[in-house]
């Protein structure tokens, strides 16, 4: 059969986006993989699945899966996707919807501006909601990395991370120490893993090698952790701003409990089609 897709981005962190609505297909790990590979697929860092909710008071149920087939609980650039290929496909006619992930209800604004905000939920911090292995909740844990020891701070947006702060955002060691903590054991759930380098009080860099995908343009539910991690040291405040390769996001966090707002552009690039 063949499946009509929307090819998208947020900040260049890509997406091949699937409306599961109005087509059926069920789609497996493998197709993700497949479709994913930037030379012999359609090639993305994510595959967004837009499907009916299970619940009635939320509009629509979410799915995400990273280029090496893995399914995760959040995706921060595609839900503002999410939002802008909904309302254009005409799934709804509302600017504001609910939308159901595997780690929890996000809600998303589509401005009059174009911009898409996001209430991402609030960050989870002790290490067995993360995962992480440690022996109590702290502000930042020492990591062993083949001997030396690196200093992170461990946040979950409902999907893991480590954020590392560093001095020179252009020479972090992303492709060297970005896979060693992915993998590290203790992060049993892989992680992604965050370089920030902190410019004054509300504006920061940030790269992020991400947890099945390798380094991307931009991470949504990175510059959330990273911003989550940069106020709770006394770094930043919010709101402030969070400079990625591929573009800016606004990050908005009141503290413990509350909610991480985030703001930034979606775009739409192509359309197409894939035969399952
Ligand atoms: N690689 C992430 C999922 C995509 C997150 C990122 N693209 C974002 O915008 O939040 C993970 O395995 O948790």
Redesign the pocket.
């Known amino acids: 059969m063949l499946l009509r897709f929307t090819k998208m981005h947020?900040l260049g962190?890509d997406f091949m986006v699937l409306d599961l609505v109005s087509q059926h297909a069920h789609i497996l790990p493998k197709h993700a993989k497949q479709w994913g590979d930037r030379h012999t697929g359609i090639g993305f860092?994510?595959l967004l699945i837009v499907e009916a909710p299970s619940n009635p008071e939320v509009d629509f149920r979410y799915r995400?899966f990273?280029a090496d087939g893995?399914e995760?609980?959040?995706?921060?650039?595609?839900a503002r996707c999410f939002a802008r290929f909904v309302l254009d496909k005409r799934l709804t006619a509302k600017r504001q919807i609910r939308v159901e992930t595997k780690s929890g209800v996000i809600e998303l604004d589509i401005r009059s501006d174009g911009q898409i905000s996001v209430n991402m939920g609030a960050p989870r911090l002790v290490p067995a909601d993360i995962p992480f292995q440690a022996p109590e909740q702290a502000a930042s844990y020492a990591l062993d990395v083949d001997g030396k020891t690196v200093e992170i701070a461990a946040v979950s947006?409902g999907?893991?991370h480590a954020v590392l702060r560093v001095n020179d955002i252009n020479n972090a060691p992303v492709h060297e120490l970005g896979p060693k903590i992915e993998h590290h054991p203790r992060f049993p759930a892989?992680v992604?893993v965050g370089f920030l380098q902190v410019i004054d009080r509300t504006r920061a860099q940030l790269r992020v090698w991400?947890?099945?995908?390798g380094e991307?343009q931009?991470?949504?539910?990175?510059a959330c952790a990273a911003a989550v991690a940069a106020i709770s040291q006394g770094w930043m405040d919010s709101p402030l701003l969070i400079d990625l390769p591929g573009g800016r996001l606004s990050i908005e966090w009141a503290g413990p409990g509350h909610p991480v707002m985030m703001t930034g552009p979606a775009s739409r690039v192509y359309e197409g089609q894939v035969r399952l």
């Open positions: 947020g962190n860092d994510q995400i990273n893995s995760v609980e959040q995706c921060g650039n595609g947006m999907n893991p892989r992604n991400e947890r099945g995908a991307t931009a991470c949504g539910t990175g």
